[in-house]
């Protein structure tokens, strides 16, 4: 990272490493239940502060926590990580766990499928040619040669019996 700025703070640490492996919808979801409306507001106001050059909308009504980590979500994901803080706990004990009950296992799924398909398709791209197909080939090639070569000599001893 370009950027050395260390921030502590659990909410912000939480995002920053789950942004690209959870959706949206399921991080907004662990970190609404996990963290005070207050821990929510200071984690936003210190990302703006970092990494925006607009100032933070703000929020109110029954879903300000889900939509005040959303707009944290947003800055993280769109701000180049090299420009970011790094985001650390000081205690590990109040990252949320990311349980099978959060993972989405259709989308699981898909991806298993898809990294199947590429490894079957690296798989035959790095196989050699058929290589019985060709020795038969060559076979038969050699077969037909020997049989061409046998009637030659058999007719070239037919012609020095008759001289």
Request: glycine letters at 2%.
């Amino acid at each position: 990272m370009a950027n050395d700025n260390i921030i502590i703070n659990e909410l912000l640490t939480f995002i920053q490493n789950k942004a690209d492996v959870l959706d949206e919808l399921t991080i907004i979801q662990i970190c609404a239940g996990n963290f005070s409306e207050q821990e929510i507001d200071m984690a936003k106001n210190i990302i703006f502060s970092s990494c925006s050059t607009s100032k933070p909308i703000t929020r109110k009504g029954d879903d300000k926590k889900k939509k005040n980590v959303r707009d944290i979500i947003k800055i993280i994901k769109e701000t180049d990580p090299d420009v970011q803080p790094m985001f650390v706990a000081r205690d590990l004990s109040r990252l949320p766990p990311v349980t099978l009950d959060n993972v989405d296992v259709s989308r699981l799924l898909k991806d298993m499928s898809i990294l199947r398909t590429e490894l079957l398709e690296t798989k035959k791209a790095s196989e050699p040619p058929n290589l019985c197909a060709e020795f038969k080939s060559i076979k038969d090639e050699l077969e037909a040669f020997r049989k061409e070569c046998l009637t030659k000599a058999d007719l070239s001893k037919i012609f020095k019996k008759i001289e």
